[in-house]
């Protein structure tokens, strides 16, 4: 028995969230009866830092470059049988949930994505959001194997005190198909508003049409270091572009106040917002998800509150 | 280019974004007046499948869907958009199920008959994101996920993979292939009149199965979500909230 994390990647160097996933398996692991290991998936990441005497790191021989869902599966599984790991732990981001799914069926294991929280007590129940995040679903572990895919930003970041390569393992890799060659296109983002704005303002599906947009920049302008942002959707609709898109497929945020309007509030852009000190939400919807995870709900039409707020602020100031 | 490919796009019915969910006895049900629709990921794949039709590269394209008879409207309104022809694995269980359950019954049913598999990249009701993964890993094909751009060669399809809002990966796969799809890629179509017209007259083929719903090696239930936050409502008409949450986002030094 033991658990196994497998570091994800993010601009071709790990993901510090990360760090994440081993607050949730030193949750898993109790009183440190359980070994964590911390799969490192290429060698030319930056891994070397992710290794301590807590626990063990293995780091395939592979570039990043030569990336396979394919190939990291069958050298991913052949590790979890070599540690016998119980506990799968994946990142719930883009870069990961292209093969960690996989891995269930080469170790015939379930495969549980998306999970926000995680409970210890004689059985370890884990909670995904359900239902277009109308609910909460909570799954009960009886037995292992079991592969989890974890939600960026649901657990504090552990941190790894002593570093010492010598728990370090590398694992060679046989052959890989000289065919294999991932590109990496960086897009230029120019765009920095997001990440200096103190107010960010977020439009969801609600606002009804790229039209309506224009109360939301309006709303914005109303304070002095502001940005308009959007719902996956929003961008989806070719109302924003998808530089101003928050969530896990896009921009991770980290203003003073956030305030979404008519968004409802799904786990894939809750995940980008965890970072503001405060979240407001405006729906017109009191059972809207969003509400769940915000420091101040306002339940409103927003056709009818921000305008009599632009109102107010611009009779005040 | 002389191949033609055969495409199997699988769509799932899910319940419009208003839909009430409530629980009763734990059980999660739908109120009665609930709307279902094609999940919107999946209107993504099924347009991606008609892009490469109208450019005249595939000898067919079959749309599948899981789950109790209602999801043949999903399939009558793939047929629409202009598939060729559409299948129903029907299950009389209503439940959301386990991603492999579904994988499995999709993976049974395109055994060796297609070269490219399109899935959305998730549903947005269970957001599972594993369905495409799961099928491609039990026929033994490869896949990629969250796809917003690929072009067909011979005997290759090279694909462009959203990672964030900054950075994408582009590789070649090799066909047979799953393909789930982001829904940055091209935007779905409405369906012509004719193909309305024609999909009116065309059967949905029904294949019974019963999924196989519990391993036993889970048990679950489900609650109204859990708050992360304390969050306080501002209460009173319109104008006291305007008062209010001026007076909080003050305090909070940004007006």
């Known amino acids: ?317 | 280019m002389e191949n033609k490919f055969r495409i199997l796009v699988c769509v799932k019915q899910v319940p419009d974004a208003n839909a009430l969910v409530y629980l009763n006895d734990g059980i999660p049900e739908y109120d009665e007046k609930t709307v279902y629709v094609i999940n919107r990921y999946d209107e993504y794949a099924l347009e991606e499948a008609l892009q490469l039709k109208d450019c005249g590269l595939t000898s067919y394209i079959h749309a599948v869907s899981v789950g109790p008879h209602r999801v043949q409207k999903a399939l009558r309104r793939s047929l629409e958009m202009g598939v060729d022809e559409a299948f129903c694995i029907q299950s009389d269980d209503d439940r959301l199920h386990n991603p492999y359950v579904i994988a499995q019954a999709i993976t049974q049913f395109a055994q060796q008959n297609y070269d490219i598999i399109f899935t959305g990249v998730m549903s947005e009701d269970a957001m599972n994101q594993q369905t495409g993964q799961l099928i491609a890993a039990m026929l033994g094909y490869k896949h990629a996920t969250g796809v917003t751009e690929l072009s067909l060669n011979n005997t290759t399809i090279t694909i462009t993979r959203e990672l964030d809002a900054q950075e994408s990966q582009m590789y070649e796969l090799p066909i047979p292939c799953v393909i789930s799809v982001q829904s940055s890629i091209h935007k779905p179509r409405y369906p012509s009149l004719s193909n309305v017209l024609r999909a009116r007259k065309q059967e949905i083929a029904i294949i019974k199965h019963d999924l196989i719903t519990s391993t036993g090696k889970t048990k679950s239930y489900f609650t109204m979500p859990q708050k992360t936050t304390q969050c306080q409502f501002i209460e009173g008409s319109i104008s006291q909230k305007v008062t209010e949450l001026y007076t909080i986002l003050h305090k909070n030094a940004v007006l």
């Open chain 1, 1 to 317: 028995m033991s658990i196994l994390i497998i570091a994800d990647v993010k601009n071709r160097t790990i993901n510090p969230s990360t760090l994440e996933m081993l607050s949730a398996a030193k949750k898993i692991a109790k009183n440190n009866t359980m070994p964590i290991y911390i799969l490192i998936p290429f060698g030319n990441i930056g891994g070397d830092s992710y290794c301590s005497s807590e626990f063990k790191t293995f780091i395939l021989d592979l570039n990043i470059e030569q990336y396979s869902a394919h190939v990291l599966v069958k050298y991913i599984s052949s590790v979890i049988r070599e540690v016998n790991a119980s506990y799968i732990i994946g990142m719930h981001t883009p870069f990961s949930i292209d093969y960690i799914p996989a891995l269930s069926v080469s170790i015939n294991a379930q495969c549980i994505t998306q999970i926000h929280s995680l409970d210890v007590a004689e059985r370890i129940t884990v909670t995904r959001g359900s239902h277009a995040g109308k609910l909460d679903h909570h799954i009960v572990i009886n037995d292992t194997p079991i592969i989890l895919t974890v939600l960026p930003g649901s657990f504090e970041p552990y941190t790894i005190t002593d570093v010492q390569t010598q728990h370090i393992t590398t694992i060679h890799i046989p052959e890989v198909n000289k065919h294999i060659y991932c590109n990496f296109i960086t897009k230029d983002m120019k765009d920095t508003s997001l990440d200096e704005a103190d107010v960010i303002v977020g439009a969801g599906k609600g606002i009804g049409s790229r039209e309506n947009l224009s109360l939301i920049y309006e709303f914005a302008k109303v304070f002095p270091h502001s940005a308009v942002a959007g719902s996956r959707i929003v961008c989806d609709y070719g109302w924003l572009p998808y530089s101003k898109q928050i969530g896990i497929t896009g921009k991770s945020i980290a203003p003073k106040v956030y305030i979404a309007c008519a968004i409802s509030g799904s786990s894939q852009h809750v995940a980008g917002i965890k970072g503001a000190k405060t979240i407001i939400a405006i729906n017109k919807d009191p059972c809207a998800p969003i509400f769940n995870v915000s420091h101040y709900a306002v339940v409103a039409d927003i056709f009818e509150f921000i305008p009599q707020f632009i109102d107010f602020v611009q009779n005040n100031a």
